[in-house]
Nanobody, 120 residues
Framework: QVQLVESGGGLVQPGGSLRLSCAVSGSIFRINTMGWYRQAPGKERALVAVITSGGDTTYADSVKGRFTISRDNAKNTVNLQMNSLKPEDTAVYYC??????????????WGQGTQVTVSS
């Protein structure tokens, strides 16, 4: 069994910063790609940023230069530093991990989601 637990969401004013964290635990053999997705009301879930086990990153165009994704392979955690937040960043943010379990099954897992609200 695999669990992803997110933390760090909340309410922030435009221009402010938040840091999201996600810890992955359970029957893990190897974690491949980790990432963050978001879903705003009435919209589909969309990629925000992903990072490979080697540290290669990909960002959505809308967050480039403002968000930074990082991971700690020893702790099985992934973080998202969000700066210069805008109201359009308001969404539920989901952690995602593509991993191989101890039973050598490859699957994608999701966290429960954390709300980020950017408003004055």
């Amino acid at each position: 069994q695999v669990q992803l637990v997110e933390s760090g969401g909340g309410l922030v004013q435009p221009g402010g910063s938040l840091r999201l964290s996600c810890a992955v635990s359970g029957s893990i053999f190897r974690i491949n790609t980790m990432g963050w997705y978001r879903q705003a009301p009435g919209k589909e879930r969309a990629l925000v940023a992903v990072i490979t086990s080697g540290g290669d990153t990909t960002y959505a165009d809308s967050v480039k230069g403002r968000f930074t994704i990082s991971r700690d392979n020893a702790k099985n955690t992934v973080n998202l530093q969000m700066n210069s937040l805008k109201p359009e960043d308001t969404a539920v943010y989901y952690c995602n991990a593509d991993l191989v379990t101890r039973y050598y099954a490859t699957n994608q897992y999701w966290g429960q989601g954390t709300q980020v609200t950017v408003s004055s």
